[in-house]
């Protein structure tokens, strides 16, 4: 697919090809676990064994390596299984810088996980990027940063972030779950490797759990192809179509939910029972300067300080079309509570400092009409 082609035109056509046999215009769902090999030692055209090689998958990884700016994609199970691959990159004794408000799963990974296997790690507020600079150490192999942050909505500056990693000859990952590349494309920025949960914004659908990790570097891909075969996390045929499937509505989706978003945000702004309104695209937000420079557009993710556990589980129970749920990034709205679901294995003096109150709520604002979210938000702050 030409790289001159618009992000639009990428996301349905990037890495698929009419079908062979019959000109079909879908990939189809290659559901087999081995192919039969004309010849000892000759694989048809390289396909040995799903785990290794799938059709589907490929088709997919080639997408969303087009939608990044990278030119290859690696599948995994779930975004968990793609930072794990990143992270089995490495050696016991190296060390790890990660921004300190990553998704709560992540940061459990890293601290109850890795660090039994010799892996040392450094959280960090990254939006100050002198103090990633500060935690470098002679055996720091990958600073891992995720923008914007999950729930706190903050950002990390990718470029000037890239330059101290590239002064000191480390690795940067970015977890680009939050922003989807319709909005921000790391690669471009300076990072070595995008991460995805595809569970998320790519896909779209809340009916898939998958990861993705995205990069330009020929040797980082080799190894994290080596790990699909060796390790083994990767996604099956179906789910690997239907993130397919998906990802030919995100340009439309995205503009849908950054619009929904921006109104979503301003509404709640304008609340005085509101404490504070988390949200780039807001005027006041401590980084709205950097957000305009770094991304297109904002997202539907919103978080809120409400104050107090009570009112934030009066307002989680009581809006109808916002429904209870993990998760982010589907068309239909979801409003969570991250001290006790998201960010429940993070310890509480961390979770504190970074501002994960029992008061805060998140929203990942859907594709519904506008004006039925403000109204669903209008009766469950009101009660
Ligand atoms: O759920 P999984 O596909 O394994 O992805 C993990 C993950 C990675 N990175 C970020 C930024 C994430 O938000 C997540 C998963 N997050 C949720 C389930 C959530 O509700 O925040």
């Known amino acids: 697919m030409a790289k001159s082609q618009r992000f639009g035109t990428l996301a349905i056509h990037a890495g698929q090809e009419p079908e062979e046999t019959t000109g079909a215009i879908m990939p189809p769902i290659f559901q087999t676990s081995t192919y039969v090999q004309p010849k000892l030692g000759e694989p048809k055209g390289g396909y040995e064994y799903a785990r290794v090689q799938n059709p589907t998958r490929e088709a997919m990884e080639r997408n969303i390596a087009a939608l990044e700016s990278g030119t290859h994609g690696m599948a995994f199970a779930s975004g968990m299984a793609a930072i794990g691959a990143i992270v089995q990159r490495l050696s016991a004794g190296d060390h790890v810088i990660y921004e300190e408000n990553v998704y709560g799963g992540t940061h459990r990974f890293f601290d109850k996980v890795m660090r039994r296997f010799g892996l040392d790690f450094t959280a960090v507020d990254s939006s100050d990027a002198q103090r990633v600079e500060d935690a470098i150490r002679p055996n720091t192999k990958l600073i891992h940063l995720e923008t914007p942050t999950n729930p706190m909505m903050k950002l ?13 000859d480390v690795h940067i990952v970015v977890d680009n779950t939050f922003a989807s590349p319709y909005n921000q494309r790391p690669l471009e920025l300076g990072a070595h490797m995008v991460v995805h949960s595809s569970t ?10 998958g990861g993705i990790v995205v990069t330009n570097d020929d040797d980082i891909a080799e190894e994290l192809r080596f790990l699909q075969k060796a390790a083994g996390a990767v996604p099956g045929p179906w789910d690997a179509w239907l993130v397919l499937r998906g990802t030919k509505t995100l340009d439309v989706r995205m503009e849908r939910h950054n619009a929904n978003g921006a109104r979503v945000a301003e509404y709640l702004a304008g609340r005085d029972d509101i404490d504070r309104v988390f949200y780039p695209g807001l005027a006041d937000h401590p980084q709205h300067a950097l957000a305009k420079r770094q991304m297109k557009g904002f997202t539907g993710m919103i978080s809120i300080e409400l104050g107090s556990l009570d009112r934030a589980r009066r307002v989680v129970q009581k809006t109808r079309l916002f429904s209870l749920a993990e998760s982010l990034g589907g068309v239909e709205s979801l409003i969570g509570h991250p001290a006790i679901m998201t960010h429940a294995s993070v310890p509480k003096e961390m979770r504190d400092r970074m501002g994960i109150s029992d008061g805060l ?16 938000l209008e009766q469950a702050l009101r009660s």
């Open 361 to 376: 709520v998140r929203l990942s604002v859907g594709i519904e009409d506008v004006e039925d979210l403000l109204e669903d």
């Open 200 to 209: 998320k914004y790519l896909n779209g659908h809340s009916d898939v759990v």
């Open 156 to 168: 990390s500056d990718l470029r000037v972030i890239a330059d101290i990693a590239a002064r000191h």
